[in-house]
């Protein structure tokens, strides 16, 4: 579809004429129309076509906690979750170029992660989870077997002896698990992730586990024995209580979002703070800082979304990375822009990318497990 194709449609639009298809199409070539020195229609009267799509698209949107969104977002955001819901591309339908790039190259598309994990036993054995049945793991006074809903429980028998042994429960590139904990604890794990937590917490004073990557955790209330959670540089205590760590190595911050109860976040000479429900801590290099929280978008990966509210492409891309197992590598310069969208985690490799082409303008091409990002 050409630049006076967009125009036709556009005309449809102002007078009412568009099918269904052409109604995504318009949503789709707004975005980009926009950038034309040489337009047809002035920046005013395509304000008022944005206003119209995103009044006709955010009724349907799920109800999400009020923010304030720049237009230019709205209209990218609303884009990317109609698109993707109605389950096709009208620009993809006809094979339409623009600038020979829109049309990207999906080659053996891939399917997103799933529950994929190893347990590593302290003698060091490593066992795939991925099918584990009751009763197939033992260690001395431990049960570990995997429920109907697909979590792995630890079950200890009442004359354990302590103990200092530790297991540790890793995810790989797309792959996630979750664990109840020999206390009672619920622990999730996102994609390339580890837990290290002892076989038992008989006797010790503070229930300490270890993380790197991201996990949610749903602490056992134990009011004698503190839960504590490392991770990096940073140590997360909690009595009993339900938060977020993100904590990648590749990522500049360690980001610690509580959800109900009370943290307290520390770290060797960045004193420590203290989190109400609904704060976030950043913690760097720099000190840690408190701020309000979008809690949606800090668990939305275990309700199996991707949020965006303001990341830009590199962080983005190391989301999908993970989550999809690919290496992302950038050709040229890529506008830097902010991504306001919500998306399934559920979706094929191929569908997360067009919704992010839709969103910022930028082009994927996908060769076996390289994604390569183009302006």
């Known amino acids: 579809m050409q630049k006076s194709e967009a125009e036709k449609l556009f005309d449809k639009f102002k007078n009412g004429t568009c099918n269904a298809a052409e109604m995504e199409a318009v949503r789709y070539w707004l975005y980009y129309y926009r950038s034309e020195t040489d337009a047809k229609y002035s920046s005013a009267e395509l304000e008022d076509i944005s206003e119209e799509i995103w009044s006709k698209v955010e009724p349907a949107l799920p109800e999400r906690k009020p923010r304030v969104i720049a237009l230019k977002a709205k209209i990218a955001a609303a884009a990317a979750i109609v698109l993707l819901a109605l389950g096709g591309l009208y620009f993809m339908q006809n094979k339409a170029p623009l600038s020979g790039q829109v049309e990207s190259v999906y080659k053996n598309d891939i399917d997103p992660g799933g ?205 999908v990375a993970r989550w999809y197992d690919v290496d992302v590598v950038y050709d040229g310069e890529q506008d830097n822009a902010a991504f306001y969208s919500t998306i399934s985690r559920k979706k094929k490799l191929s569908e997360i990318l067009k919704a992010l082409t839709m969103n910022q303008g930028v082009h994927f091409k996908l060769e076996g497990r390289r994604v390569t990002v183009m302006p």
Do not use: C
């Open 115 to 319: 529950d994929r994990a190893y347990l590593i036993l302290s003698d060091g054995k490593k066992v795939s989870l991925d099918h584990l049945q009751q009763g197939e793991i033992a260690q001395p006074g431990v049960k570990i077997s995997r429920s109907a809903d697909g979590m792995v429980i630890y079950k200890t028998s009442a004359d354990q002896a302590a103990t200092d042994e530790n297991n540790t429960l890793e995810t790989p590139n797309g792959g996630r698990f979750s664990i109840i904990l020999p206390d009672g604890t619920k622990a999730w794990l996102n994609a390339a992730s580890t837990l290290t937590y002892p076989l038992s917490f008989k006797n010790k004073k503070e229930r300490i586990v270890t993380l790197s990557g991201e996990g949610y955790f749903e602490v056992a209330h134990d009011k004698s024995h503190p839960f504590m959670v490392r991770s990096q540089r940073q140590t997360v205590q909690v009595l009993g209580t339900h938060f977020n760590i993100q904590a990648y190595s590749n990522e500049k911050k360690i980001r610690t979002t509580l959800l109900s109860g009370s943290v307290r976040i520390s770290g060797s000479m960045q004193g420590s703070k203290t989190l109400k429900p609904g704060e976030q801590a950043d913690f760097t290099t720099n000190g840690v800082t408190v701020s309000q929280a979008d809690t949606e978008q800090a668990n939305a990966w275990i309700n199996d979304d991707f949020v965006f509210n303001g990341e830009d492409l590199h962080t983005v891309m190391r989301q």
